[in-house]
């Protein structure tokens, strides 16, 4: 009977140790927690939607798929011996900016392609402030882009042959190259969070955002830190030391980029699902297909995602101001196609958005690194690829919204025309005597365009076809001034005269110049 007593006492005593065990430990776990912000549980992640695996589940693929509403990474990297002050200043500039706290009760805003209609007349003061500064800053309505979660999902717009068409599963791998300069962070953050949704993990090899001396506190280390915590590594800034301008800076992604493909696309973009692949495939069928998505509207005013599900086609042109051109596809190539979603070529393109071979890119001639910021750039690739044994072709299984802005927000070079000169260095290299249509509107004020000689040198080594070729071959719906009956700038002069019955006579005189 003593012993039976003395063992119940003996297992009461050690069931008291074990509870004083377990509140220690609990003690000292919460104690640990709250120490140095590098070792303490992040709780502001991103609950990424899982576009691709979600919208694409019947599609299988060789690598395991994600869980929906699962975080994206586990904070693998942070940045190293930062200082706690520093790293809490960089948090509250994060949190100044990251809306997927502030707006997580209304999810629906700005989802599957809706916008936010802002009625400006009914802000407040201070709200009426911020939606201004937008438009000043960044010349399209940050202040509707703010109240959009930069996680919105987008509709599967594709054609239904598209949807159905098989994907390799060996396709090349992806670096996506964005340049960007004082961008929204709203904006640039909504694109890449849509390039990582909705991307096969295994394609997409990195995105890298280069940064073209932007001098908003936001671009600095808090982004860098914020990449650091949401995306595992896979995507990360490059930074120029001076402002370099769209060309250069691209040429500096590129130099650093580790994929198959370079992935062009501007910072103020969106992918939707199943964009990537059908740009790749087309890659990987021929090494110097270069190819371009086709590029919906995000409305600036609304950031509404437009979008038309049609077979037809636009593709790229230019006139002879050397300028961009958007038309339709000509009827000689609709007639080829054998069905509504076959890439087809495209004389130009725009610029912003296209996909080429990191060899092709480098053997090609890469860009011209003498042109200054932005402008030509799109048309001197253009001509090259075609007139140099490759092909440009508009892929319709490929989709990506853009905002077009109706003027630059950016500082540009003071006294230099930068779209002149570029469009000169085109024209000296690349159009032969073509060149003087476009010399006399500028009746032959040319300026000092840089050296050509390497440009020349490199259209030579590659043993390109000439620009005659190219507009009959590639470009034969080009307008050419010297067939038409008379060529040159047109003035007119309107003459009223009224008349005792009460009616006027308009004559209209048309000048030849």
């Not at 860009?367 to 799109?378: H, P, T």
């Not at 989709?399 to 570029?422: A, M, Q, T």
């Amino acid at each position: 009977m003593m012993f039976n007593r003395y063992f119940f006492v003996r297992r009461r005593n050690l069931l008291k140790l074990c509870v004083l065990g377990l509140f220690i430990y609990i003690f000292y776990a919460s104690s640990s927690s709250q120490g140095h912000p590098e070792h303490k549980e992040k709780n502001f992640h991103h609950e990424f939607g899982n576009d691709y695996h979600v919208e694409n589940k019947d599609v299988k693929r060789d690598v395991e798929p994600r869980e929906e509403n699962k975080r994206q990474v586990e904070n693998p990297v942070l940045i190293v011996n930062i200082k706690a002050e520093k790293y809490e200043e960089l948090r509250k500039i994060i949190e100044k900016y990251d809306n997927s706290k502030k707006y997580h009760l209304i999810k629906d805003n700005g989802a599957n392609a809706k916008g936010m209609s802002i009625d400006e007349k009914t802000l407040s003061s201070v709200e009426k402030e911020k939606y201004d500064e937008g438009w000043n800053k960044y010349a399209f309505n940050n202040y509707a882009s703010n109240l959009i979660l930069f996680n919105r999902s987008l509709p599967d717009i594709r054609l239904e042959g598209c949807k159905n068409e098989p994907i390799p599963q060996d396709l090349p791998s992806a670096s996506v190259i964005m340049c960007f300069h004082n961008e929204a962070w709203g904006v640039l953050i909504r694109g890449v969070n849509s390039i990582v949704n909705r991307s096969p993990p295994h394609m997409l090899k990195e995105i890298l955002l280069v940064d073209d001396f932007s001098d908003f506190d936001y671009l600095g280390e808090a982004l860098d830190l914020y990449l650091k915590e949401n995306y595992h590594g896979k995507v990360r800034v490059v930074r120029n030391t001076k402002r370099e301008g769209l060309i250069r800076a691209r040429l500096h992604g590129a130099r650093e980029a580790k994929g198959e493909v370079l992935v062009f696309l501007d910072s103020h973009i969106e992918a939707t699902i199943g964009w990537l692949e059908p740009l790749l495939n087309e890659i990987k069928k021929d090494e110097t297909n270069v190819v371009t998505p086709i590029i919906d509207v995000i409305d600036k005013q609304t950031f509404e995602y437009k979008y038309s599900i049609s077979s037809r086609v636009s593709v790229g042109g230019f006139d002879w101001n050397m300028q961009f051109t958007w038309h339709g596809l000509p009827e000689r190539l609709y007639k080829q196609r054998k069905s509504d979603h076959d890439p087809v070529p495209s004389p130009t393109m725009a610029g912003g958005l296209f996909a080429m071979s990191k060899n092709y890119f480098e053997r090609l001639g890469s860009y011209d690194a003498q042109m200054d910021i932005w402008g030509g750039e799109n048309l001197e690739i253009s001509f090259r690829i075609w007139m140099c044994g490759g092909s440009l072709l508009t892929v319709p299984c490929s989709h990506v919204g853009h905002i077009f802005r109706e003027r630059s927000p950016y500082k540009w070079l003071p006294g230099v025309d930068v779209v002149r000169k570029n469009s000169i260095r085109v024209a000296e290299v690349w159009m032969d005597d073509y060149k003087d249509i476009y010399y006399q509107r500028l009746n032959y004020r040319l300026g000092n365009y840089g050296d050509v000689t390497e440009r020349k040198k490199l259209r030579e080594n590659l043993n390109c076809k000439s620009f005659k070729w190219f507009i009959e071959n590639i470009y034969p719906e080009l307008w050419i001034p010297s067939k038409s009956l008379y060529a040159g700038a047109v003035s007119s002069q309107i003459i009223c005269h009224f008349n005792p019955n009460k009616s006027y006579i308009v004559y209209l005189n048309l000048i030849f110049i």
